[in-house]
Structure formats: structure tokens, C-alpha cells
Nanobody, 115 residues
Framework: QLQLEESGGGLVQPGDSLRLSCAAS????????MGWYRQAPGKERELVAS???????VYADSLKGRFTIARDNAKSTVYLQMDSLKREDTAVYYC?????????WGQGTQVTVSS
């Protein structure tokens, strides 16, 4: 059974950095496209970044240069490094796994950027 567990969210101040982690089931991880999405209050869920098994990345245009996605296949974990955080980055961040026609979502982790 494929499961995802996010961690690393919290309350930070504008300009701070934060790293989110998403631990996945070991099965099929290396063959998976892993991604991060976010959903702010009153808004639709949107793609933040994704990485294919060959480490091709896609970023939301507005986040390029501040957010970085990375993966560690040995640990079956995907990371999202978030730098220079802004208030508008406040959202629930979700991990996403796509493999063999299946799509799996994590439960989400709250990131709040506030002074």
C-alpha cells in the first residue's frame, strides 16, 4: 500500500526558510513522479514543484528561485526547500506521488508565514 507522510511545516516569519519532507512507501518510489502542491484558504490547490524519476523538475513560475524540490531514492523521501518565505506562501502543503497510473496524496502540512 502506498502512503505519504509530510512533515516540517510550522509557523515562520517572512524571509525565513523551511524544509518540508515527505516520506513515501519504499515500493515504486524510484519510479514515481513526486510533487508538492499547496492550497491556501479560499483558493484552489496548485502545483508548487514536481520531479520525475529522471529528476526533471517543474516549478510554478511564481516560485522559481525560492523553492527547490529534491529527492532521495535511498530514503524514499522528497523534500521541498522554501527560502525567502512570504506571507502569501501560507497554505497547506501536500505531497503527491504518481506511479503506474496511481495518484496518492499525503494528509498535508500547514505552513504559516506571519510576523
Amino acid at each position: 500500500q502506498l502512503q505519504l507522510e509530510e512533515s516540517g511545516g510550522g509557523l515562520v516569519q517572512p524571509g525565513d526558510s523551511l524544509r518540508l519532507s515527505c516520506a513515501a512507501s519504499r515500493n515504486f518510489f524510484s519510479a514515481s513522479t513526486m510533487g508538492w502542491y499547496r492550497q491556501a484558504p479560499g483558493k484552489e490547490r496548485e502545483l508548487v514543484a514536481s520531479m520525475t524519476p529522471t529528476e526533471t523538475t517543474v516549478y510554478a513560475d511564481s516560485l522559481k528561485g525560492r523553492f527547490t524540490i529534491a529527492r532521495d531514492n535511498a530514503k524514499s523521501t522528497v523534500y521541498l526547500q522554501m527560502d525567502s518565505l512570504k506571507r502569501e506562501d501560507t497554505a497547506v502543503y501536500y505531497c503527491n506521488q504518481r506511479v503506474w497510473g496511481r495518484i496518492i496524496w499525503g494528509q498535508g502540512t500547514q505552513v504559516t508565514v506571519s510576523s
